[in-house]
């Protein structure tokens, strides 16, 4: 594996791969890398012969009371997590690269940008695909895979590349959990003990609405309900519980369609976690203890 750490090197080596007749897949991530992050290395590896992993904790995706300096930083251990996964690039800037001196241009996202996460995170979006952006420029044409976790990041980067006509094929790849259902985060080692048996809350919230509308309940309120009364009573502070389009993320109607994302937010402490699943799509949840 090749670490680099320079954009236009980055950018070097991405463009002589694709010289050498390779397709180059692209994986961006803010490290600390899990399982989660290492299968989409796995889809990458299905749509091309060689395969970038980014490394960028993004300082302009995170708010000025987020968890940017908090944010778990394990360079050594991801390159190892690469090289055993047959990476062939991994990028891993500084800010000063990615932001140099003198930088102003921003990515603004729009009405997809201001709902679910973005919400509670304002501007967030704006420095994801700011960020996004930039590394799709160093990678030229490739196929980058985004997890859906991120299910609005997801959507918005793919728009993203239709609005801006940007040369590159957007797929994801599904949830990564734990054993007991806990989806898989950068994030999950600050939990505490305590914590971590609280964040169960949100998946199994997630399973009761999933298991109600798959025995026909197509009542939007109740089925919100359902899951809130899980999530509140594991102990955590809900930021949101959205039923939405599962493509345009807009509300619906209290009769749902047959196909719907539910999407969460909650904090376990001073921890924010995510989830969703796509009610009438997705495979039922793990049964949480
Ligand atoms: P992050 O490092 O948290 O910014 O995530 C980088 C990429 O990995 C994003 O596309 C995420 O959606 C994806 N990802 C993070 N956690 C998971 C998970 N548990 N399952 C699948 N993809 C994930």
Not at 132 to 152: E, H, I, M, N, S
Request: glycine letters at 8%; hydrophobic letters at 45%; proline letters at 6%.
């Amino acid at each position: 594996v090749r670490l680099i750490v320079d954009p236009s090197e980055f950018q070097a080596a991405c463009a002589e791969l694709r010289a050498a007749g390779h397709r180059l897949g692209l994986v961006p991530t803010m490290g600390a890398l899990h399982e989660g992050h290492l299968s989409l290395v796995r889809g990458a590896r299905q749509h091309a012969e060689r395969v970038a992993v980014s490394i960028f904790v993004n300082p302009t995706q995170f708010g000025p009371n987020e968890d940017l300096a908090r944010y778990p930083r394990t360079l050594e251990r991801d390159l190892e997590k690469c090289r055993e996964r047959g990476v062939d690039l991994v990028f891993a800037p500084e800010v000063v690269h990615m932001y140099a001196k003198g930088e102003s241009t921003r990515v603004s996202v729009g009405s997809l940008g201001e709902t679910l996460c973005g919400a509670s995170r304002p501007n967030h979006f704006d420095g994801v695909c700011t960020v996004v952006t930039k590394l799709f420029q160093l990678a030229g044409p490739c196929t980058a895979v985004f997890g859906r976790k991120d299910y609005q990041q997801w959507k918005i980067v793919e728009r993203m590349t239709a609005d801006l006509f940007i040369p590159v094929t957007v797929r994801s790849m599904p949830i990564v959990r734990e054993a007991d259902g806990l989806a898989l985060s950068s994030r999950n080692v600050r939990l505490l003990p305590g914590a971590r048996a609280a964040a169960l809350g949100l998946v199994r919230g997630l399973a009761r609405a999933q298991g109600a509308f798959i025995e026909g309940m197509r009542d939007g309120a109740r089925l919100r309900e359902l899951a809130l009364l899980e999530i509140e009573g594991a102990g955590l502070e809900v930021d949101y519980v959205s039923l939405v389009d599962p493509d345009a993320l807009t509300a619906l109607p209290d009769a749902l369609p047959e196909r719907v994302l539910l999407a969460a937010a909650a904090f376990a402490g001073d921890v924010r976690l995510i989830d969703n699943v796509v009610l009438g799509e997705d495979p039922r949840l793990p049964e949480t203890p």
